[in-house]
């Protein structure tokens, strides 16, 4: 039986009771009397009398149709916004992941080099289920809004297409917005939703207009 739980190294035994032989299984392999990590992780039991390292690199989490991401959102046209992906059902991905094996910074998913990885794409026709054709992307999304939203398509080669036609979809989180020289720019002021479509700066009261995710505590 593992009576440690200490990070294995490879080439590190594994923390085996004093005269007990168990099988490598994945992640191990056989040395001598040993059985010896092959990967950085913990060990775990396997089968029976088969031991093994468990890797800390969580696995690929992929978006699937009808998954619900949360993303941050880089771009708006006004025929659709991007979204980097950076939560699929709960777990993170792409930069997360790169995080874990090294990567010098942990970069949004689909904020890599080509900016492709797990990019979505919401239409101005899934933003909302009424009023459609009267959609504005500027007055619903915002660069730098984290949106919730839900999976329709795997869509083409580059983007994931999204919907926040839901109730419980759309801007969970958003800073206020100020004119500058150079044009829109954050600031500081975390926006809280008064409505569906609106969001209130909390220190000067300024109104924004957002596609407002209803809040999970408001019943």
């Known amino acids: 039986m593992l009576h440690d739980r200490s990070l294995?190294?490879?080439?590190?035994?594994l923390p085996l009771a004093k005269g007990e032989r168990m099988?490598?299984?994945?992640?191990t392999y056989a040395y001598?009397?040993?059985v010896m990590a092959c990967?950085?992780?913990?060990?775990?039991?396997?089968?029976?009398?088969t031991v093994r390292v468990q890797?800390?690199?969580?696995?690929?989490?992929?978006?699937?149709?009808?998954?619900?991401?949360?993303?941050?959102?880089?771009?708006?046209?006004?025929?659709?916004?991007?979204?980097?992906?950076?939560?699929?059902?709960?777990?993170?991905?792409?930069?997360a992941q790169a995080a874990s094996v090294g990567a010098r910074t942990n970069?949004?998913?689909?904020?890599?080099?080509?900016?492709?990885?797990?990019?979505?794409?919401?239409r101005a026709q899934d933003v909302r289920t009424t009023d459609k054709d009267n959609v504005v992307l500027s007055e619903c999304f915002r660069p730098g809004d984290i949106v919730r939203a839900v999976?329709?398509?795997?869509?083409?080669?580059?983007?994931?297409?999204?919907?926040?036609?839901?109730n419980d979809l759309g801007v969970v989180h958003a800073t206020g917005g100020r004119t500058t020289n150079g044009g829109w720019a954050p600031a500081r002021h975390t926006l809280q939703p008064i409505s569906w479509r609106e969001m209130a700066d909390s220190v000067t009261g300024t109104v924004e207009?957002?596609?407002?995710?209803?809040p999970e505590w408001l019943n």
Do not use: M, W
């Not at 099988?23 to 992640?27: I, L, S, V």
């Not at 990967?39 to 029976?48: K, L, N, Q, V, W």
């Not at 970069?107 to 919401?122: K, M, R, Y």
């Open 32 to 34: 001598g009397d040993y």
């Open 23 to 27: 099988q490598a299984g994945d992640g």
């Open 55 to 95: 890797g800390t690199r969580p696995p690929l989490v992929l978006p699937q149709p009808e998954s619900v991401v949360l993303g941050r959102v880089t771009r708006v046209t006004p025929r659709q916004a991007t979204i980097s992906i950076l939560v699929v059902d709960g777990q993170p991905c792409g930069g």
């Open 209 to 214: 207009r957002r596609k407002c995710a209803k």
């Open 151 to 166: 999976v329709l398509s795997l869509g083409d080669a580059r983007s994931y297409y999204l919907s926040t036609a839901r």
């Open 8 to 13: 294995l190294l490879p080439g590190q035994p």
């Open 107 to 122: 970069h949004a998913a689909g904020e890599g080099i080509d900016g492709s990885e797990f990019q979505g794409l919401v």
């Open 39 to 49: 990967r950085i992780g913990y060990a775990a039991d396997s089968t029976p009398g």
